[in-house]
Structures are given as C-alpha cells and as structure tokens.
C-alpha cells in the first residue's frame, strides 16, 4: 500500500476528463462512461487521483455510481495493470465537494446495499448540484481514504478512466464525467515503520542539532484498527477480528521512540465517552462500562519493562 508522502506538497498539474458524460436520453438505465486512453504528456506527473464531477443536478435528481476503474496502458494502448478500482464491497469514505473552493455540495452521499451494477453495493447521490447551488461550479465526488485516493502515474503511459452511472429524474442539463486528476508530488512511501520514522526523523535531527530533548505527543490510532465495535446489548463491546493494523502501529512507534530515546505520551489513556476513539481505557456511550484495549495495555508493559 502506497501514498504520497507529503499530500501537503502536492501540486495539481493537469486533469483528463473522460470523453464521455451521461446521456440524460437514457435516465434510469446503466451506463458506462469512459475515455479513449490518454498520454500523461508531462515528465513532472507521478501522482493521479480519480474525481467525478457532477453539475445541473436537481432536488429530486438520483445518480447511481458503480464500478469505477482507472486502467494503465503503453503508448501502443497495450493494457499493462488497473491502477485504481472500486466496485464498494469495502465502505470506503467518499465526499462531494464544490470543484476548487473545499465546500461541502449541497448533494448527498450515501452507501446503497441493493442496486448495484454488478452486485449489491453502490454510492447514491441526491440532492442539487452546480448552477442550483453555485453557478459555473461543478461538484466532484473523490475518496476521503487516503490511502486508496491516489495511485502512482507513469508520464510516460496512458489512463483510461471508467464509471457505470445510473440516473434516476435528470434535468435537461445534468451531466456526470469522470476524471483522472494529474499532480506532482515529492514521492511516494510505504505505509510501514520507514513511512512513520520519516515524519519523526526531522525532529530527531533538530534535536541532535541543538541539543535538546523532544517529546513526541499525541500518537495514537483508533480502537477499531485493533477490534471492531459490535453490540453493547448484551454487555460486549469489541470482537476481536485479529490484526487491523494497530498491532503493528503501536509496536513500530514504540521502537522507534525506544531506538532513539525520545520522550513521548499515547492519545488517550482513558476517556468514558470514547468509544472507538484512540484511548486505552473507553467506556460505552452513556458512561458506564470501561473497557481495555488488551493488545495496548501488554505493548506499553514490554515498551517500560526494557527500563
């Protein structure tokens, strides 16, 4: 699993739009939209992500979206590997904002179990979009996840982008494109311990530099990426599903505050209305009950037993 490194210095270079855009001639059936593979045309680009921009939806306007796909080819539009794909059997995190401005759209978002192109799941989009809310504005739907957001780019291949729409109650104008945007960033990194210890490195140098101690504050991870939330009825709060990645989380960061003897504290030790937050100790949402986070609690023993 791959990410920018810093999504901070990205900068957005280019954006490929797909060659088609929902035919409203055809409401309430399955379409695909899609482009003839483009050239990246830039050396500077390493970065894409995939966005679909949405305008001239009405109040009472349904857009159902499947399947979306951004494939890699060679100049000679030979298929080398889909780079980004998502039929939504995972719950990833999607919003809609107003294209170039960070405001939440009017538009809605919402997961669908039933209705789907392919099998249950979809995302469904209600509610207006562009001229009825902001003129000249599109709205774009993009992952929240950053870790499945953004999929390297080869500049000197081509991508094709690739969505099923379905819209129910189009205006004459409401249109759908999908689009692959283009950026430059400074690299990538691997979500792993050398992904962690490159955020902590530069304070570890500063530190060495003026010698002077650092505390690192306020690491932590939420309680789900060790166990899931399930029912409280019957007095269970968490199932154990193995590891979720907090596991190796805690254990990475805790070596590399070991390694280079840094002072540090974990967010949060205990808080009684926090459940699924990032403490030790949570407790259910009327205060009652406090549980352990077990895997946290034996981690910190071995973390202080070394001293």
């Given at each position: 699993?791959?990410m920018?490194?810093?999504t901070t ?16 001639g ?19 680009i390493?970065i ?7 305008n ?15 494939s ?21 995190s999607?919003?809609i ?35 009825n ?44 494109k ?37 505390f ?14 399930t ?24 070596s ?13 030790y ?11 100790y ?9 549980y ?16």
């Amino acid at each position: 699993m791959i990410m920018p490194f810093s999504t901070t210095n990205m900068k957005y270079l280019n954006g490929v739009y797909g060659a088609d855009k929902y035919n409203n001639g055809s409401a309430n059936t399955w379409q695909v939209l899609t482009n003839t593979p483009a050239a990246v045309s830039d050396s500077n680009i390493n970065i894409g992500d995939m966005d679909i921009l949405l305008n001239n939806l009405a109040s009472n306007t349904t857009v159902t979206i499947d399947e979306i796909k951004v494939s890699e080819y060679d100049q000679s539009n030979n298929f080398i590997k889909d780079v980004f794909f998502d039929d939504f059997s995972s719950d990833y995190s999607y919003q809609i904002l107003e294209e170039g401005t960070g405001v939440i759209s009017g538009a809605q978002i919402q997961n669908s179990t039933n209705g789907g192109y392919s099998g249950g799941n979809a995302k469904i989009i209600q509610g207006p979009t562009g001229p009825n809310v902001n003129p000249g504005v599109d709205d774009a739907v993009m992952s929240r996840d950053w870790n499945t957001r953004y999929f390297k780019i080869d500049p000197n291949n081509k991508y094709q982008i690739t969505i099923r729409v379905k819209i129910q109650n189009p205006g004459p104008d409401t249109t759908v494109k999908p689009m692959i945007g283009y950026y430059h960033g400074d690299g990538f990194a691997s979500l792993n311990k050398s992904y962690l210890e490159s955020y902590v490195q530069p304070y570890i140098d500063y530190s060495n530099q003026k010698n002077v101690p650092i505390f690192i504050g306020e690491y932590g991870v939420t309680s789900w990426c060790f166990k899931e939330l399930t029912s409280m009825s019957d007095g269970t709060l968490y199932t154990n599903l193995g590891n979720l990645g907090g596991e190796q989380y805690i254990d990475d960061m805790l070596s590399i505050i070991s390694d280079n003897k840094l002072n540090s504290s974990y967010w949060a030790y205990s808080s009684p209305y926090g459940v699924g937050s990032f403490e030790l100790y949570s407790g259910d949402y009327n205060g009652n009950k406090l549980y352990k986070n077990e895997y946290l609690e034996n981690a910190f023993m071995n973390y202080f037993s070394k001293f």
